[in-house]
């Protein structure tokens, strides 16, 4: 009997969830995309001159990919053919591709959107290309994830991608005033509680709703303050995969915020890593990492209260090892900042490769054998420490090199000493090379 039913029978007696009751209509009704669907948007700009071309939403969920899809197909007549990559797979393809080369003999194009993109292998990825490339297929993609990771580049170079921003609270508190429209009457908030929702939602516009829809079935009197409101309702997990973009921008974040001295922004940046789960143990090698790249000698403690920190860690644990963290953030974001040695390695790697295999010279060898002695080994090595300042000033770079100045202390903490210490070598150096050049 049900197979024979006509499809959608009962449907319009099915509940339906409010953010599928408020889904928008037309293009005007999407919140929060302006920049894409505005009088002067991209996509916008598409649909008016009728030259739909492929194209790869990327945004965080709840922004609106599926819906301006399912939009864009109906502003351009187009048959719709939606699937999901997590419950499709090459059979499911090979079905849409067909029903849309019967389409284009009858005049027809197609708009293939795939939900979840990223999910298709490269292989899977590969067989979209000849359908997308003699336009059998439109292909409009939608994606969390960054396009550059996980989509093939010859997918890419015929998608333009289009990045879908997180709602702004001016976007979600549009949904909530439709939402209170649709069904009749105000949430049952306070003016403070109202805020902390849409802070809740953290931009995502279906799952402010789904809280809506939880807080209108409330059978209450008197509107909900903030404390009520985290106690009735659950906070939006934060956006946060370790193995994904959201991993590199935030430890980016962190990075930049203490080379930047932006000591407030770098303990955001580490609570919002740690509240996203990311393992303390990566952010305490990072942390290790910027002391000796951007710190460095500007402030040689730095590192001792990185690798400190790191060592707290291990012993104290979690949530209390996180204050050591904390501790080591704020030290290295106040620190004088010098990547002074970090450029001088990087010089002298490519000095080293540049010189290949040139020796030593020969007086700063050892000659433990005869022959080596009778080569020369050792021949003419002058002891610092039997120098009156304990510095002999002798040339310690292949005999065939020219004397090099890698290192450049800034006059920033520490390094100011150093730069004196420099100083004070070098003109040793050129006064032993004078004294030596008059005795000859």
Known sequence: MSAGMAPGLFEHEAPRPLADQLRPESLAQVVGQDHLLGADGAVRRMIDGGRLASMVFWGPPGTGKTTIAR??????????????????GVADLRKVFERAKGNRLAGKGTLLFIDEIHRFNRAQQDGFLPYVEDGTVILVGATTENPSFELNAALLSRAQVFVLNRLDDKA???LLLRA?????????????????LRAMADGDGRFLLNLAEELFALEIDTPLDTAALARTVQRRAPLYDKSQEGHYNLISALH???????????????????????????????????????????????AVQALTAWEAFERIGSPEGELALAQAVIYLATAPKSNAAYKAYGVARRAAKETG????????????????????????????????????????FPETMPRQDFYQPVARG??????????????????RSVDDGEEE
């Open 71 to 88: 939009l864009l197909a109906a502003n351009t007549a187009l048959e719709f053919e939606p699937l999901s990559a997590v419950f499709s």
């Open 172 to 174: 979600l508190d549009t």
């Open 180 to 196: 209170e429209s649709t069904v009749g009457r105000p949430i049952p908030l306070d003016a403070d509680a109202r805020v902390a």
């Open 256 to 302: 930049k915020s203490l080379r930047g001295s932006d000591c407030d922004a770098a303990l955001y940046w580490l609570a919002r890593m740690l509240d996203g789960g990311e393992d303390p143990r990566y952010i305490a090698r990072r942390l290790l990492r910027f002391a000796y790249e951007d710190v460095g000698l500007a402030e040689p403690q730095a």
């Open 357 to 396: 295999s040139l020796m030593p010279p020969k007086h700063i060898l050892n000659a433990p054998t005869s022959l080596m002695k009778d080569l020369g080994y050792g021949k003419g090595y002058a002891y610092d420490h039997d120098s009156p300042d304990a510095f002999s000033g002798q040339n310690y």
């Open 414 to 431: 520490f390094e100011r000493e150093l730069r004196k210490r420099l100083d004070y070598w070098s003109r040793l150096r050129d006064g």
